[in-house]
């Protein structure tokens, strides 16, 4: 049996996995770019090259997605940066809630975790009748009070805390400590699963690095689940070398 014979079997395995996990309460979700690309959000690469053409930069490579916004802070400052970001990433228009975000509420996770700015999953949480822990600065951790949670661990533009150009990055142990410390308490028991994520995402690998120096071999079960691409042998083993135990495509 090839390897693409496997996969109907592996995805069968990978939901019976995720139910029952969903079923203990010992699910975690992340949610990347890619589930508000349907609500008119822009992925993540369409994000740079937006940033890159108005530096004049033609060809952009996976290496120079943190680099591109940091070039235009350098060039622009604070103002002209945080004006520009806010206009791509459509902060201030309401977007419409698609089913995606209304489906990730179904798993009914108590954490999930994004990297998005936009506020579309509180946004289906008030129309699931759901009430939910909203956490993007560390100053809301000791204020936890609900069952369920979203931590927004990038930040967002109502708090001028959001992670995108590599200085971000950089310093995101220092400006983000207690949220940092907190996810990492998440998912060190947990089965994750990531939605939204591409392989060129500086976030998965952060995440995928903060979870192998915090459990290495003995991480539980992790899965990323792509929707909107086929099988590719390359792309699996490439997610598993970053330390994800499972890539699903459908």
Same mark, same amino acid.
């Given at each position: 049996?090839?390897?693409?014979?496997?996969?109907?079997?592996?995805?069968?395995?990978?939901?019976?996995?995720?139910?029952?996990?969903?079923?203990?309460?010992?699910?975690?979700?992340?949610?990347?770019?890619?589930?508000?690309?349907?609500?008119?959000?822009?992925?993540?690469?369409?994000?740079?090259?937006?940033?890159?053409?108005?530096?004049?930069?033609?060809?952009?490579?996976?290496?120079?997605?943190?680099?591109?916004?940091?070039?235009?802070?350098?060039?622009?400052?604070?103002?002209?940066?945080?004006?520009?970001?806010? %206009?791509? +990433? =459509?902060?201030?228009?309401?977007?419409?809630? /698609?089913? !995606?975000?209304? &489906? #990730? *509420?179904? @798993?009914?996770?108590?954490?999930?975790?994004?990297?998005?700015?936009?506020?579309?999953?509180?946004?289906?949480?008030?129309?699931?009748?759901?009430?939910?822990?909203?956490?993007?600065?560390?100053?809301?951790?000791?204020?936890?009070?609900?069952?369920?949670?979203?931590?927004?661990?990038?930040?967002?533009?109502?708090?001028?805390?959001?992670?995108?150009?590599?200085?971000?990055?950089?310093?995101?142990? %220092?400006? +983000? =400590?207690?949220?940092?410390?907190?996810?990492? /308490?998440? !998912?060190?028991? &947990? #089965? *994750?699963? @990531?939605?939204?994520?591409?392989?060129?995402?500086?976030?998965?690998?952060?995440?995928?690095?903060?979870?192998?120096?915090?459990?290495?071999?003995?991480?539980?079960?992790?899965?990323?689940?792509?929707?909107?691409?086929?099988?590719?042998?390359?792309?699996?083993?490439?997610?598993?070398?970053?330390?994800?135990?499972?890539?699903?495509?459908?």
């Amino acid at each position: 049996m090839n390897k693409k014979e496997n996969i109907p079997n592996s995805y069968r395995e990978a939901k019976r996995i995720i139910q029952e996990a969903k079923d203990a309460d010992q699910l975690v979700l992340f949610i990347g770019a890619g589930v508000s690309i349907n609500s008119g959000m822009p992925s993540w690469k369409d994000a740079v090259q937006h940033i890159g053409n108005l530096l004049g930069l033609d060809k952009i490579e996976n290496s120079d997605y943190l680099k591109i916004p940091q070039y235009y802070y350098n060039s622009h400052g604070k103002q002209a940066y945080n004006t520009l970001m806010r %206009e791509i +990433f =459509k902060d201030g228009i309401k977007l419409p809630v /698609s089913d !995606i975000h209304r &489906k #990730v *509420l179904r @798993f009914n996770a108590r954490s999930i975790i994004t990297t998005n700015y936009d506020d579309l999953i509180e946004r289906a949480s008030e129309e699931y009748g759901e009430i939910r822990q909203i956490i993007s600065q560390d100053k809301d951790i000791p204020y936890r009070k609900y069952n369920k949670e979203l931590i927004k661990m990038h930040g967002d533009f109502a708090h001028d805390n959001f992670v995108l150009k590599e200085e971000d990055y950089l310093n995101y142990s %220092e400006n +983000f =400590k207690l949220i940092e410390n907190y996810i990492k /308490s998440i !998912i060190g028991s &947990k #089965v *994750l699963l @990531f939605i939204g994520y591409s392989f060129n995402d500086p976030d998965l690998k952060q995440i995928f690095n903060w979870v192998k120096n915090i459990v290495g071999e003995n991480m539980r079960y992790s899965y990323l689940l792509n929707a909107d691409r086929v099988y590719d042998e390359n792309e699996k083993s490439y997610y598993e070398n970053l330390g994800g135990k499972n890539y699903i495509c459908k």
